[in-house]
């Protein structure tokens, strides 16, 4: 059995870092050295939240999204696993 990969980026900065389904997209961020902005590590202080331009995620169940959150788009980074290539809006990460 192979380890599937997705790839990550973050705009505006450009970055990007890959993801196994089995990891949050925070953890693979900071395993990849990015300045990931976060603090609870629990959907709960929001300094993780991205804004989805493209793929797919998953969240264990129960998801941190309320119904606003999903209409704006919203990924909590500490708690969301990628099902799919992502591209993430985070104005605060920088290269």
């Given at each position: 059995?192979?380890?599937?990969?997705?790839?990550?980026?973050?705009?505006?900065?450009?970055?990007?870092?890959?993801?196994?389904?089995a990891?949050t997209l925070?953890?693979?961020?900071?395993?990849?050295?990015?300045?990931?902005?976060?603090?609870?590590?629990q959907?709960?202080?929001?300094?993780c939240?991205?804004?989805?331009?493209?793929?797919?995620v998953r969240?264990?169940?129960?998801?941190?999204?309320s119904?606003?959150?999903?209409?704006?788009?919203?990924?909590?980074g500490?708690?969301?696993?990628?099902?799919?290539?992502?591209?993430l809006?985070?104005?605060?990460?920088?290269?």
């Amino acid at each position: 059995m192979t380890d599937s990969r997705f790839q990550v980026r973050i705009e505006p900065a450009g970055i990007t870092f890959t993801v196994s389904p089995a990891e949050t997209l925070l953890e693979a961020a900071l395993s990849a050295g990015v300045d990931f902005p976060h603090r609870c590590r629990q959907g709960v202080c929001t300094s993780c939240v991205c804004r989805l331009k493209s793929g797919e995620v998953r969240y264990d169940e129960p998801s941190p999204l309320s119904p606003a959150d999903i209409e704006q788009k919203f990924v909590y980074g500490c708690q969301a696993f990628a099902d799919s290539d992502l591209v993430l809006h985070h104005p605060f990460i920088r290269p």
